[in-house]
């Protein structure tokens, strides 16, 4: 017996007999057409084909019914490919799909970087008590998955006189924070000028923006997780399974009607998600969510390239250090204490004529 | 039959098999799902975290008083411990110890505040009273890197808390606080109440590092036991 598609020989033979007359029927071939054997074979063969590819499409049964499939979103191109005509067609298209999903009336609007701006993240550990108002505000605000439960920001908490995360602890759950002898250390996206995440995607659905805001466009996402391997700090989330969120009293889902395409808009199923340093809110002015919630005034956030902002004087004058810097990543996010660097007090226009003589 | 054939025959076949368990089969696999679970959100609205006086006025039965309204008429004796107040019982002091109602208070004019220079201050000027022994602390809050600023990270639109926005002068520390549930995310499912440090199985940062010293053997893990006590 020989199966043609795979020998790739001739099997136009007709002969009567079996395996017997194999060898001389292959080396002469007889009238072309096709005999009752090839036909049975080939039927099989195509018949098993196309049972594969039912097979291979059928997970399509469970296709999520509200997610109605459109070409105009099969054919939506990359988000800097779109012209401003084509995002806000896509922005209408979302801003629909939220109403007809969740019942929610949303503004999803695309917000651009502003000039001259590139933003920091300061966290004061001397300060930071683990209470973890940071991580819901974050939730609320960026409308994350509820069930299962997705958080952006991982409040560690680390035994005192240790540096290592692998002393680390993030379930921690006592009655009341701080715990003696531990202090805590929140990770979240550290926007890293040299992100690894954005070199791993094989699809370029992730890319840093003029501000230094890592984002992701959610359309263009194939869901293969690399970023996620790639990230040093734990900072991308993957949605496993199709989001979903607390309900209204009127049965509309518990949305942040604020939205933007990069940042907090629904996500679907089989993407990569994670902090945009609420890129909805910061790129007009606003503060992050979670630094607004912070009651410790741990969180400092602001414009680096201003020399003035509260995060430039940070740098300048507390004893700054970054997460894994020996990684090169360059984080965009920075710890500090509140311990003083010698000589901070002083003007840097002084501390240079020191350095030059 | 040559080897090749078989396999060739296996191909279809096992592709075959392999269609009949997909469709006949579930569709999606089982994953555990965490429950949905509500947090109160009024806890982390973005607001200061406590309502500084900023006027010399005290509430008494629903109407608003100046504080020299009852203090013109009931003298205080001067360097009264503050621990041993028959009024204001709301008030817990607990500063630094010794420190006497009229560090702070103007024992004449109780619509004021008072420096240890004997300048006055209104209470809504309250910053600088800090500030006498808090210097640092004031510098920082002066450049921006203690405290907390609100709605804006621009320098024109942002509002800074004062002093008494977070911390209450008769009690200024920040005591112990609540805390709001930790992760709960797909796979790590239901987590036991108590620190899992010990155990260390349910830290994904953990994970990493334990395997590698399981790898590594026993070598590896006395390295992280003499890493850890320099």
New interface residues.
């Given amino acids: 017996m020989r199966l043609s598609i795979l020998t790739g020989k001739s099997d136009t033979c007709a002969c009567s007999s079996g395996d017997s007359s194999r060898t001389s029927c292959g080396s002469t071939p007889a009238r072309p057409g096709m005999s009752r054997r090839s036909f049975l074979r080939r039927g099989a063969g195509v018949t098993g084909g196309m049972v594969a590819l039912a097979a291979a499409l059928s997970p399509l049964r469970h296709w999520d019914e509200d997610e109605r499939f459109t070409l105009d979103a099969f054919l939506q191109r990359h988000y800097k490919e779109m012209t401003p005509e084509e995002m806000a067609h896509v922005l209408a298209r979302i801003r629909d799909s939220v109403k007809r999903r969740h019942g929610v009336d949303a503004r999803i609007e695309d917000v651009r970087p502003m000039d001259g701006v590139e933003y920091v993240y300061a966290l004061n550990l001397s300060r930071c008590n683990g209470n973890r108002r940071c991580v819901h505000a974050c939730v609320e605000e960026n409308n994350q998955s509820r069930s299962p439960e997705m958080q952006y920001i991982r409040v560690l908490q680390i035994p005192n006189g240790t540096t290592g995360i692998d002393e680390a602890n993030h379930h921690y759950d006592p009655e009341s924070v701080p715990v003696e002898g531990h202090y805590y250390l929140p990770v979240q996206c550290h926007q890293c000028a040299n992100p690894p995440c954005v070199k791993v995607c094989p699809v370029e659905a992730t890319w840093q923006e003029p501000d230094g805001i890592t984002v992701i466009d959610y359309d263009w996402c194939i869901g293969c997780r690399y970023c996620e391997a790639a990230c040093p700090y734990w900072a991308r989330r993957f949605n496993f399974v199709k989001p979903t969120y607390a309900t209204n009293d009127d049965g509309s889902a518990r949305l942040n009607p604020n939205m933007s395409y990069l940042s907090n808009r629904p996500r679907p199923k089989g993407v990569m998600e994670k902090c945009t340093y609420c890129l909805h809110r910061t790129r007009k002015g606003q503060m992050p969510a979670c630094l607004e919630a912070c009651p410790t005034g741990a969180r400092k956030f602001g414009n680096v390239l201003d020399p003035n902002s509260e995060v430039s004087q940070i740098l300048r004058t507390k004893n700054v250090f970054v997460l894994k810097e020996e990684v090169g990543t360059l984080p965009r996010f920075f710890y500090y204490f509140d311990t003083r660097t010698p000589g901070a007090d002083r003007p840097a226009a002084e501390l240079a004529l020191e350095g030059a003589t | 039959?040559k080897a090749?054939?078989v396999?060739?025959?296996l191909?279809?076949v096992v592709?075959?098999g392999?269609?009949?368990a997909?469709?006949s089969g579930r569709?999606?696999p089982d994953?555990p799902?965490?429950?949905?679970?509500?947090?109160d959100?009024s806890?982390?609205?973005?607001r200061p975290?406590r309502e500084a006086k900023t006027r010399p006025v005290y509430a008494v039965a629903g109407l608003e008083m100046h504080c020299s309204s009852c203090h013109r008429l009931f003298d205080s004796r001067e360097f009264v411990s503050a621990s041993r107040l028959a009024q204001h019982t709301e008030i817990v002091h607990d500063h630094i110890p010794g420190n006497r109602c009229f560090d702070c208070h103007d024992n004449e004019s109780r619509d004021r505040l008072r420096l240890i220079t004997g300048e006055l201050l209104e209470f809504s000027e309250s910053e600088r009273l800090c500030a006498q022994c808090h210097g640092?602390l004031y510098?920082?809050w002066q450049?921006?890197?203690?405290?907390?600023?609100?709605?804006?990270?621009?320098?024109a639109?942002?509002e800074r808390?004062s002093c008494l926005q977070?911390h209450d002068p008769h009690s200024p520390a920040?005591g112990?606080?609540?805390?709001?549930?930790?992760?709960?995310?797909?796979r790590m499912g239901e987590?036991p109440?108590?620190?899992?440090?010990t155990e260390g199985a349910?830290?994904?940062?953990?994970r990493g590092?334990e395997r590698a010293a399981e790898a590594e053997g026993e070598g590896a893990q006395d390295d992280?036991a003499n890493?850890?006590e320099d």
Avoid: Y
């Fill in positions: 039959m090749t054939e396999v060739g025959w191909i279809p592709f075959l392999l269609a009949a997909l469709l569709q999606t994953i799902v965490a429950p949905l679970r509500d947090v959100r806890l982390f609205e973005a975290w640092p510098r920082d450049r921006g890197t203690h405290g907390k600023r609100f709605g804006s990270w621009m320098e639109n942002g808390l977070c920040f112990q606080m609540s805390l709001l549930p930790g992760p709960r995310t797909l987590q109440s108590e620190s899992r440090r349910h830290s994904p940062l953990l590092a992280h890493r850890k």
